[in-house]
T-cell receptor, first 113, second 117 residues
Framework: KQEVTQIPAALSVPEGENLVLNCSFT??????LQWFRQDPGKGLTSLLL?????REQTSGRLNASLDKSSGRSTLYIAASQPGDSATYLC????????????FGKGTKLTVNP | DAMVIQNPRYQVTQFGKPVTLSCSQT?????MYWYQQKSSQAPKLLFH???????NEADTPDNFQSRRPNTSFCFLDIRSPGLGDAAMYLC????????????????FGPGTRLLVL
């Protein structure tokens, strides 16, 4: 059974700091991995999608890496801003499974002004 | 703007009283999903539709049903809500199935928060 773990569960940093969020998954047979952002009481916004054949994806201040063999992904946020405060979730789609995204519980990020 | 819309944003129902949550999309996507997210937990897929083909997750309780009358709309019916069904219900869409190419992003609506009294 695929399990997705995100560490830490919560992170608080001062504005301007570069930071890394971690995601690990137990089964490396995945189609892709996605990072999402969720604001309190809101839905999910897709940030980056990395296909299993890719190593990383970049969008603005965000960079996500994927090491499928070790079952790890990181989301790097450069020059963090208070507006980055949210919960960040990673999710994988398992090969041979159904269409479902298997999510981690997320890392709650607070960027302090 | 093309988007995924969920109504209502907040729904209060009574224990055992049937309730329906709705989702609509202007993206013209083939696939629609319903997820359940309890407080501080990961979203959990209940079922999805590919066009009119319904796919239920093995561990989705029978209490949860879904209807997709056309491409744009999808409904989640909870036949007899229990206290444990209080959660955020998220609707999502994707252009195609992941299996078709591995590149499909899912687009989420804002969610409906269900409270069961």
């Amino acid at each position: 059974k695929q399990e997705v773990t995100q560490i830490p569960a919560a992170l608080s940093v001062p504005e301007g700091e570069n930071l890394v969020l971690n995601c690990s998954f137990t089964d490396s047979a995945i189609y892709n991995l996605q990072w999402f952002r969720q604001d309190p009481g809101k839905g999910l916004t897709s940030l980056l999608l990395i296909q299993s054949s890719q190593r990383e994806q970049t969008s603005g201040r965000l960079n996500a890496s994927l090491d499928k063999s070790s079952g790890r992904s990181t989301l790097y946020i450069a020059a963090s801003q208070p507006g980055d405060s949210a919960t960040y979730l990673c999710a994988v789609v398992l090969i041979g499974g159904s269409e479902k995204l298997v999510f981690g519980k997320g890392t709650k990020l607070t960027v302090n002004p | 703007d093309a988007m995924v819309i969920q109504n209502p944003r907040y729904q209060v129902t009574q224990f055992g009283k049937p309730v329906t949550l709705s989702c609509s999309q202007t993206l013209n996507h083939n696939v629609m999903y319903w997820y359940q997210q309890k407080s501080s937990q990961a979203p959990k897929l209940l079922f999805h539709y590919y066009d009119k083909d319904f796919n239920n997750e093995a561990d989705t309780p029978d209490n949860f049903q879904s209807r997709r009358p056309n491409t744009s709309f999808c409904f989640l019916d909870i036949r007899s809500p229990g206290l444990g069904d209080a959660a955020m219900y998220l609707c999502a869409t994707s252009r195609d199935l992941v299996l078709a190419g591995g590149q499909e992003t899912q687009y989420f609506g804002p969610g409906t928060r269900l409270l069961v009294l």
